[in-house]
């Protein structure tokens, strides 16, 4: 479709060398060729033009002082990319890969994650290109604490409302919300994934892992299946997989690997989760610690895996759970997936999975959820605690956990249904995009031109 190419051409010429951004929507443009060739009047909007393009994007110095008393000097960036059914919702990502191109990916991504959960919410992402391992408590306090100094400005409770991503979590969130308090005088919900004694909401955590378990379990129900009894693949160390085991376990599955940017651990008798949490939630270290605890574990370095693909998806399982990082998952690693008996995964990672393993997983005619569907948990979950705060109450853990079952099985419901409606029910990847692009593309033509 000539529409479709030119817009990509045109995107590479006027954001060069963005790479990720040119897969993400390559990904969804194609996807939408079905809905374009039925309902032209979004051609008559200049929709496909107009939702490439973020609304604004912020670029800044961060400077901070280390340690030592060298001044540093980071990158900082804010892609608010549309707001036509809400504030700007999406994450913070503090990783040395940070760079326009992967930020403007992610928030794509975003506008379409956010539309499916249901929730009014519209789609932004941000970060730096700071690395917070190796850094000590009061240099990460004060890079946060500069990042937040140029931030405050663009960002407010009903505009913009971060979250945490990758590098990125409690403590940071913590710290960037204290120096907003001190800029501006406000004590208000700007910031989601706060501490639960200071805003934030019960279930947050876990929401990406346990969301992602249970868009699973929904794909499984749909022909009669559930995750008991399931030996299950998931991929890094951080929020996203430790509830996601800490989920499957609940359900009866088992999960035996774990990774982190160093190595992968496989544990044939059940990752343990204890000391998982241990290396990573409190010791911040290694998971090649995991096997002094557990000698009948293989810790596999990533100096060692294989040329073409990742150690993890090179294990037999049933289930899969890529819940690391984008493009984690490459079509070496599918085919060995499948010649091991993968019938279904879930991401909980944003894209991934590489552009031509997609295509692998949809001709193999697995279960596939993808990353803007099935790891919409942890955004739905902020927007959960965007309304306590709004409310200024604290929900039980209960009625968070039942709200993000709803919604999770709502964003299924919505991707099959469309998938359906469109011809081809195996095909979620069609579904999701088509489903939250309608969403947005829609309430952009209620708006008017802007």
């Excluded at 405050?152 to 969130?173: F, N, Y």
Aim: proline residues 4%.
């Amino acid at each position: 479709m000539p529409y479709v190419h030119d817009t990509l051409e045109r995107l590479k010429r006027t954001s060069p060398a963005q790479t990720e951004f040119y897969q993400a929507a390559e990904e969804v443009l194609d996807s939408l060729r079905p809905l374009l060739d039925q309902d032209p009047h979004y051609h008559d909007h200049s929709i496909i033009e107009r939702i490439v393009e973020p609304e604004r994007q912020i670029m800044f110095r961060v400077c901070w002082q280390d340690d030592s008393g060298k001044v540093r000097v980071n990158k900082g960036y804010r892609i608010q990319f549309n707001s036509a059914l809400g504030p700007y919702k999406g994450g913070l990502r503090f990783h040395p890969s940070v760079n326009a191109g992967i930020i403007k990916f992610l928030g794509f991504e975003q506008i379409f994650k956010n539309a499916l959960t249901g929730l009014p919410i519209g789609g932004g992402k941000g970060g730096s290109d700071f690395d917070p391992k190796g850094k000590s408590d009061a240099e990460i306090m004060r890079f946060c604490q500069a990042f937040m100094t140029e931030l405050h400005r663009h960002i407010g409770p009903t505009t913009d409302v971060p979250a945490g991503d990758i590098g990125v979590g409690g403590r940071e969130i913590g710290y960037l919300f204290g120096q907003y308090k001190r800029l501006t005088g406000r004590y208000e919900g700007v910031l989601t994934g706060k501490g639960l004694d200071w805003g934030g909401s019960l279930g947050r955590k876990e929401a990406t892992g346990y969301g992602a378990v249970y868009f699973a379990q929904n794909m499984l129900a749909a022909r009669g299946d559930t995750l008991s009894g399931k030996t299950c693949l998931v991929s890094g160390a951080g929020n996203v997989a430790i509830y996601t085991i800490e989920k499957l376990y609940q359900l009866g599955a088992l999960p035996v690997t774990c990774s982190d940017s160093q190595g992968s651990i496989h544990d044939p008798a059940g990752i343990k989760l204890e000391t998982l949490k241990l290396l990573k939630e409190v010791k911040r270290t290694s998971l090649r610690e995991y096997v002094e605890h557990h000698p009948d574990a293989t810790y596999i370095d990533a100096r060692d895996y294989p040329s073409d693909g990742h150690a993890v998806w090179r294990i037999p399982g049933e289930i899969a759970f890529p819940s690391a990082t984008q493009n984690e998952v490459t079509e070496a690693d599918a085919e060995t997936m499948l010649a091991n008996g993968v019938r279904a995964i879930s991401e909980g990672s944003n894209m991934a999975s590489t552009a031509g393993t997609v295509d692998r997983f949809l001709d193999a005619r697995i279960d596939y959820g993808p990353g803007k569907a099935a790891n919409a948990g942890g955004v739905a979950t902020s927007q959960l605690e965007m309304a306590q705060n709004s409310s200024m109450q604290q929900w039980s853990l209960e009625k968070v956990d039942e709200k993000l079952q709803s919604i999770m099985a709502d964003i299924y419901q919505r991707c099959a249904d469309t998938a359906k409606e469109f011809g081809q029910p195996h095909n979620l990847v069609l579904g999701a995009n088509i489903a939250g692009f309608r969403k947005v593309a829609d309430a952009m033509i209620d708006q008017g031109v802007g």
